[in-house]
């Protein structure tokens, strides 16, 4: 019995769809939105929890401000040496490396191309979580010997090598030739959405050496914490240093809670401006309902009519009436998943947010369509069950 | 006795006016009687069907069913009793559109609370010889076909009393002599039927014809 309820509440909506489908229309675009929004703040979260694993829950990243012109040939360095080495006299550092950066033109055969050319110190690129693939990264001796090595991304195998095994095999940098030593495994794209395997590294000796002259300006300086308790006052301390002789504007400071701020940030207003559409977008599927509903009862009444003299209770059609607003929000709910995965895959990637599918939104997307709908549907219903029999027999359309 | 009534009256009111349609209608039925209400157009036949069936409260009067006064009961007892032992037959036949000719049958069984099953209602369309319509939807049917769907609904619940209400009203006489003829059936079956109806040539079916005008029985 139950099938044959399910039955003939379905072919109702579907024999008038028309109105079925304008009602299940602003339920699917509230709950698209609702469903992006969700997208969107575990995308955010989880962004930063990448960021900040790249960088090390430990990490202090200081760097160069690009200020307003965004050119790694031109970044004012305004962090130096000596910032380096205060900061590593500061109580409970364990660790500081600092690296150059800078945009040359790099050169194999008849191909050319300008490419970022980083410095980095000892033990940098462990420190960042690069991974040997192919060779070895520097040793010692690259370090004394001002060895012109260098240690390439993915990227830079496949443009200047044709994606075959470079080790060994030469680069022109500024026509200084370089010997590939090394290949990391692929990083992806940065949080910024730039590739992080379009990078060549070398020891800092040999930058300073053949690359940039005027070592004692810096890019970056990272700093590890030796104990987690003592985070908030290095990062004090740091704060400090730099702005004896620094303005606000000339570095910015990287820390997890940083990261987090920012991302919550975007997020957050991302939610804010989604919320309210999709809020809206619900408020009116509502009052759409509401009306579809109330119209259905004027065309339906000698249906609802007939119903009554056949037995049914006032009870049983409100019921009913509810039960076809379910169904439309189930439907809803659904289809506006759906559409909210769709634009979390379309939407997402232009936003630099990782792609994730929340599937617990589908939980709350029926449960505020089933909110709405019973809400929407509680009116009409209860004039319907109202109805006189006989009245509503004789208003047969 | 089955179906009395005792003064039976039944005002309307529009506006300010108030129009009594029903002006103290006694009336006593017997259970298996196939009896005519016949009358004019706004008689009142049809309201003192609805009233019998139901659908309607009267003004004043007492409605007795098996002896117990039906207008002290609530809607939801109503309800039962519409489902359970009484089934209708209107002019106009009331087929729902979006359900193929069995479902529209099977509409009565859910507000049972012993609903019969599908194949009472196949079984039923085969006596009505529709065994062939059973997938077919409303609007793809003649009237005499739609009509006797409608009675198949009827009589889905198995009811003791069928009210018809100017059942034939859109029917060629051939399809109106079918109509009559099942109705006629189920009498003999030992159903009640209470036919309303202006046309002399279907009241002659009845085995007693009521005649009503301006709200009052005139023969009964």
Redesign the interface.
Known sequence: MARFYLHDLIAFLLFYRGRSMFALAGIVLGIASLVFIVAAIEGSRLKADRIISMLGSDTILIRSSFGSRISFRHIPMKLTMEHYQKIGTIEGVRSVDYFYVKKMTVARGGFSKHLMVEGFTPGTLEHFGYESEWGRFFQSKDFKNFAKVVVAGHDIVDEFFSGKNPIGKTLLIGKIPFRVIGVYKRKGKSPRGTSMDERIMMPVPTYRKFIQAEYRKLFAIAVKVSQKDNYDRVVSDVKNILSRTLKPDDYFLITPEVIRKFLSMLSASLGLFLGIASLTALFVSGFVLSNIFLINNRIRAWEIGLRRALGATRRQILVRILLEASVIAIAGAFLGTLAGFASVKYILPLLEIPVVYPLESFLVATLFSMAVALIAAWSPAKEAAAMDPLEALRRRL | MLIECQNIVKRFKTGDIETTVLKGVDLRIEEGEFVAVMGSSGSGKSTLL?IL?C??RPTFGRYLLEGKDVSTLD??TL??L???MFG?V?Q?F?L????SVL?NV???????KT?KS?KDAVALLEKLQLEDRIDFMPDQLSGGQKQRVAIA?ALI?DPRIIFADEPTGQLDSENAKNVMEILENLNEEGRTIVLVTHDPMMAAYATRIVRIKDGQILSA
């Open positions: 609805y069936g659908l309607d809607d939801d309800s039962h519409r489902n359970e209708f209107f106009a009331y729902v559109p979006y359900l479902d099977r509409i009565p069984t859910l507000y049972s609903p599908k609904r619940n």
